[in-house]
């Protein structure tokens, strides 16, 4: 593990390496193009220039890889000025910071939305604010959550690519042998995961509410009827009755009730995943899975519905997704808006995209498709995404979450600390690390 | 002449390794975030690091687990080489197989292990209910978390060590034992006075790699747990990875880990006095 020191600082070295060596790798791929641009309209006479060609960064692989690459294709046969070409980069943040700093910026970037806050501070993002005005994009096309989220500072870094909110999945089968309706409020959820719960001595057989993850925490609290962190995004806002409701419930659910055992689920993989095997009655999980779930076919008879609603009757879910961006770094910002456009503001090329990976396209216009808005699968989210909220836009609130409220919550899940000490222990060790991962710190 | 051939080596050695500590070291008082900042700071990474709860969590989660696993480590790998040591029907076989766990890369064997240590269907858990024992959640309760990596590392660890005690077994005169044979002393005492002060070079060095590995621990812990429950495994690098690379806090995250160098020098200058004391005896 020596390693680690290392490349926290052979990283600095490589930058002043990097930005000499990727200029001249430039000027010289530039000078090997000049030739051919100048030959060629002597040689067809019409004004073709050789086409822009831009640079698309993704961490999909595999299947997404080719979903990727089919979308890059299809735009470079729709017009002849720009081609793109998709590269897939494994640790992509890793070797985007590398590439910012150094020149070797891709175009336009796949994005998990979430990280605009942290990242559009530092001005590696461009805004697009100015190409939405020009192309007379309407911006009550794309859910709001969702534009809020690429937004820093009063400025929009890209269009979203896809939405997602968790849903309750339930098993259908299982809730027909008890006779139990899906859930509706948390005094239902409570009900149906106690009777599907199966014990034998002490060994769970069948868990009737997978709570796994903690994560969900800031889902259920805006069911409850709290936020995460004040209005003003500055301090953490669950040390109060709404984060005491949420942890009561869950200390119902797991330790009076005994609906679930911590580490259940742990190390299972898609094959033997507990809730395609049965083995969990309901989940948390978001529209990812749907594909995943279908594939089981009648094996797995399953429903989903939005996430029941808290004492005080409040909805909550938490908005996801992927977005579009433009490197403040890029040589071709117009060229890699034209690509965004065409792909994010425009029905039939979101569709495409949309229907061939299986996501629900941030794009409203395509929501109205029968493809998603006719499928009971797809019909929850939809209704879920009407209410969800983005995670609280602050640069360290995934640490706040992380560091500060989840060991305090798993010491509460297992009976060393109580709901009072938790919320308060959280609320000091969050408001620090909210602190000290500022913007501008 | 000689100076010719190294200069190559040197060199490298230079631009990728001393400079490097170098800069970081003048990035630690930074407050350097990749992109868009490097202003001098001053002491004040180095302040926030002592108020920095996390961190000294950290700094126990790893110290606990130094003070299983080292011993251990020296103790299982030492009785490994004595027992594969003498040529015996099959001996090959075994080494190969204690040997086997350090080729496989460290993720991939702690993604087995994730699978392995289930509560509910896990073949561990599945062996310890043929005796009437309800395992725990190894990876997700609080004690067990850290002595399920510890007996990961230790797994994929000690296979390396044994060959080291190995070579080191074979360089024991084999005349000592004799005359000790003859002065009618046991095993136990041929061991204690022969075997265990001839090896004292090899596991001066066996333990000086198990505390810097035991420091640096990360793999393992990022794998298996994410640092949890309640950052109960949250290791040292762990932390500074987290800092530097998700949070862009490159500045504080080099002051953590000149902090962590440090540490890792005093434990192995405390080795080395303890071995030097034990060789005047």
Same mark, same amino acid.
């Given at each position: 593990?020596?390693?680690?020191?290392?490349?926290?600082?052979?990283?600095?070295?490589?930058?002043?390496?990097?930005?000499?060596?990727?200029?001249?790798?430039?000027?010289?791929?530039?000078?090997?193009?000049?030739?051919?641009?100048?030959?060629?309209?002597?040689?067809?006479?019409?004004?073709?220039?050789?086409?822009?060609?831009?640079?698309?960064?993704?961490?999909?692989?595999?299947?997404?890889?080719?979903?990727?690459?089919?979308?890059?294709?299809?735009?470079?046969?729709?017009?002849?000025?720009?081609?793109?070409?998709?590269?897939?980069?494994?640790?992509?943040?890793?070797?985007?910071?590398?590439?910012?700093?150094?020149?070797?910026?891709?175009?336009?970037?796949?994005?998990?939305?979430?990280?605009?806050?942290?990242?559009?501070?530092?001005?590696?993002?461009?805004?697009?604010?100015?190409?939405?005005?020009?192309?007379?994009?309407?911006?009550?096309?794309?859910?709001?959550?969702?534009?809020?989220?690429?937004?820093?500072?009063?400025?929009?870094?890209?269009?979203?690519?896809?939405?997602?909110?968790?849903?309750?999945?339930?098993?259908?089968?299982?809730?027909?042998?008890?006779?139990?309706?899906?859930?509706?409020?948390?005094?239902?959820?409570?009900?149906?995961?106690?009777?599907?719960?199966?014990?034998?001595?002490?060994?769970?057989?069948?868990?009737?509410?997978?709570?796994?993850?903690?994560?969900?925490?800031?889902?259920?609290?805006?069911?409850?009827?709290?936020?995460?962190?004040?209005?003003?995004?500055?301090?953490?806002?669950?040390?109060?009755?709404?984060?005491?409701?949420?942890?009561?419930?869950?200390?119902?659910?797991?330790?009076?009730?005994?609906?679930?055992?911590?580490?259940?689920?742990?190390?299972?993989?898609?094959?033997?995943?507990?809730?395609?095997?049965?083995?969990?009655?309901?989940?948390?999980?978001?529209?990812?899975?749907?594909?995943?779930?279908?594939?089981?076919?009648?094996?797995?008879?399953?429903?989903?519905?939005?996430?029941?609603?808290?004492?005080?009757?409040? !909805?909550?879910?938490?908005?996801?997704?992927?977005?579009?961006?433009?490197?403040?770094?890029?040589?071709?910002?117009?060229?890699?808006?034209?690509?965004? !456009?065409?792909?994010?503001?425009?029905?039939?090329?979101?569709?495409?995209?949309?229907?061939?990976?299986?996501?629900?396209?941030?794009?409203?216009?395509?929501?109205?498709?029968?493809?998603?808005?006719?499928?009971?699968?797809?019909?929850?989210?939809?209704?879920?995404?009407?209410?969800?909220?983005?995670?609280?836009?602050?640069?360290?609130?995934?640490?706040?979450?992380?560091?500060?409220?989840?060991?305090?919550?798993?010491?509460?899940?297992?009976?060393?600390?109580?709901?009072?000490?938790?919320?308060?222990?959280?609320?000091?060790?969050?408001?620090?690390?909210?602190?000290?991962?500022?913007?501008?710190? | 002449?000689?100076?010719?051939?190294?200069?190559?080596?040197?060199?490298?050695?230079?631009?990728?390794?001393?400079?490097?500590?170098?800069?970081?070291?003048?990035?630690?008082?930074?407050?350097?975030?990749?992109?868009?900042?490097?202003?001098?700071?001053?002491?004040?990474?180095?302040?926030?690091?002592?108020?920095?709860?996390?961190?000294?969590?950290?700094?126990?989660?790893?110290?606990?687990?130094?003070?299983?696993?080292?011993?251990?480590?020296?103790?299982?790998?030492?009785?490994?080489?004595?027992?594969?040591?003498?040529?015996?029907? =099959?001996?090959?076989?075994?080494?190969?197989?204690?040997?086997?766990?350090?080729?496989?890369?460290?993720?991939?064997?702690?993604?087995?292990?994730?699978?392995?240590?289930?509560?509910?269907?896990?073949?561990?858990?599945?062996?310890?209910?043929?005796?009437?024992?309800?395992?725990?959640?190894?990876?997700?309760?609080?004690?067990?978390?850290?002595?399920?990596?510890?007996?990961?590392?230790?797994?994929?660890?000690?296979?390396?060590?044994?060959?080291?005690?190995?070579?080191?077994?074979?360089?024991?005169?084999?005349?000592?034992?004799?005359?000790?044979?003859?002065?009618?002393?046991?095993?136990?005492?041929?061991?204690?006075?022969?075997?265990?002060?001839?090896?004292?070079?090899?596991?001066?060095?066996?333990?000086?790699?198990?505390?810097?590995?035991?420091?640096?621990?990360?793999?393992?812990?990022?794998?298996?747990?994410?640092? =949890?429950?309640?950052?109960?495994?949250?290791?040292?690098?762990?932390?500074?990875?987290?800092?530097?690379?998700?949070?862009?806090?490159?500045?504080?995250?080099?002051?953590?880990?000149?902090?962590?160098?440090?540490?890792?020098?005093?434990?192995?200058?405390?080795?080395?006095?303890?071995?030097?004391?034990?060789?005047?005896?």
């Amino acid at each position: 593990m020596k390693k680690w020191m290392t490349v926290l600082t052979a990283l600095s070295l490589t930058f002043s390496l990097a930005a000499c060596s990727t200029k001249t790798g430039e000027d010289q791929t530039a000078e090997s193009k000049k030739p051919e641009t100048t030959t060629a309209p002597a040689a067809s006479t019409a004004a073709t220039k050789a086409p822009v060609e831009i640079t698309f960064w993704g961490d999909w692989g595999g299947e997404g890889e080719k979903q990727f690459v089919m979308m890059a294709d299809a735009f470079n046969k729709s017009q002849d000025k720009i081609k793109v070409k998709y590269v897939l980069q494994e640790d992509m943040i890793t070797k985007f910071l590398t590439a910012a700093t150094s020149g070797g910026s891709p175009d336009i970037m796949f994005w998990d939305r979430w990280r605009t806050s942290l990242y559009a501070s530092k001005n590696v993002l461009h805004p697009i604010d100015d190409y939405l005005k020009k192309d007379n994009i309407n911006r009550g096309d794309y859910y709001d959550e969702a534009l809020k989220e690429l937004s820093s500072g009063g400025k929009l870094y890209g269009l979203p690519l896809t939405v997602d909110a968790r849903a309750l999945f339930y098993n259908k089968k299982l809730f027909a042998e008890k006779g139990l309706t899906p859930p509706k409020t948390w005094d239902d959820l409570q009900n149906a995961a106690k009777q599907l719960t199966v014990w034998e001595g002490d060994k769970l057989i069948r868990s009737g509410m997978s709570m796994q993850d903690n994560g969900l925490f800031n889902m259920w609290l805006q069911q409850a009827g709290g936020s995460m962190l004040t209005s003003d995004l500055k301090k953490t806002n669950f040390n109060n009755e709404q984060g005491k409701q949420v942890l009561d419930f869950w200390d119902k659910l797991i330790n009076k009730d005994k609906v679930y055992k911590v580490g259940f689920e742990k190390g299972l993989g898609e094959g033997t995943d507990a809730f395609v095997t049965g083995k969990v009655a309901m989940t948390y999980t978001g529209p990812w899975m749907l594909s995943t779930y279908k594939k089981y076919g009648k094996d797995l008879d399953f429903g989903v519905v939005p996430p029941p609603t808290g004492p005080g009757g409040a !909805k909550g879910s938490v908005m996801g997704g992927f977005g579009l961006v433009i490197p403040a770094g890029s040589k071709h910002k117009d060229e890699a808006w034209e690509f965004e !456009k065409w792909w994010l503001a425009n029905k039939d090329n979101t569709l495409l995209w949309a229907k061939t990976s299986l996501n629900l396209p941030g794009f409203k216009p395509a929501l109205q498709d029968p493809f998603f808005k006719d499928d009971p699968n797809w019909k929850p989210f939809m209704d879920t995404l009407e209410f969800a909220k983005i995670r609280p836009q602050h640069p360290g609130y995934s640490v706040m979450e992380g560091d500060g409220l989840m060991p305090n919550i798993e010491l509460f899940i297992q009976g060393k600390q109580d709901a009072a000490t938790t919320l308060k222990k959280g609320q000091e060790q969050g408001d620090k690390l909210l602190d000290q991962n500022a913007a501008g710190k | 002449m000689g100076y010719l051939f190294i200069t190559p080596t040197i060199l490298l050695f230079i631009i990728f390794t001393i400079i490097p500590v170098i800069m970081a070291f003048y990035l630690s008082f930074t407050n350097y975030d990749i992109v868009s900042k490097n202003d001098f700071v001053g002491l004040d990474n180095y302040k926030r690091l002592v108020e920095d709860n996390i961190f000294w969590t950290t700094l126990k989660n790893v110290l606990f687990y130094s003070v299983l696993y080292i011993p251990l480590n020296i103790a299982i790998s030492l009785s490994m080489a004595l027992l594969f040591m003498r040529s015996r029907f =099959g001996v090959k076989l075994f080494r190969t197989a204690g040997y086997l766990p350090t080729l496989t890369s460290g993720v991939a064997a702690a993604t087995v292990w994730i699978w392995l240590l289930n509560p509910e269907f896990g073949i561990v858990n599945d062996i310890l209910s043929k005796f009437g024992i309800t395992g725990p959640s190894w990876l997700a309760e609080m004690p067990y978390a850290m002595l399920s990596i510890v007996f990961v590392t230790l797994w994929q660890s000690v296979g390396a060590n044994m060959i080291i005690y190995l070579a080191g077994l074979n360089g024991v005169p084999d005349h000592l034992y004799e005359s000790a044979k003859l002065d009618g002393a046991n095993a136990w005492q041929s061991f204690r006075y022969i075997t265990w002060p001839v090896l004292r070079p090899t596991t001066f060095f066996v333990s000086t790699m198990a505390i810097i590995g035991a420091l640096q621990l990360f793999d393992q812990a990022f794998v298996l747990t994410k640092g =949890g429950p309640a950052n109960s495994t949250k290791t040292t690098v762990y932390h500074i990875y987290q800092q530097g690379f998700n949070q862009l806090q490159m500045g504080y995250a080099d002051a953590m880990a000149f902090a962590l160098s440090i540490i890792i020098l005093v434990f192995s200058l405390i080795n080395m006095r303890l071995n030097k004391e034990e060789s005047v005896i």
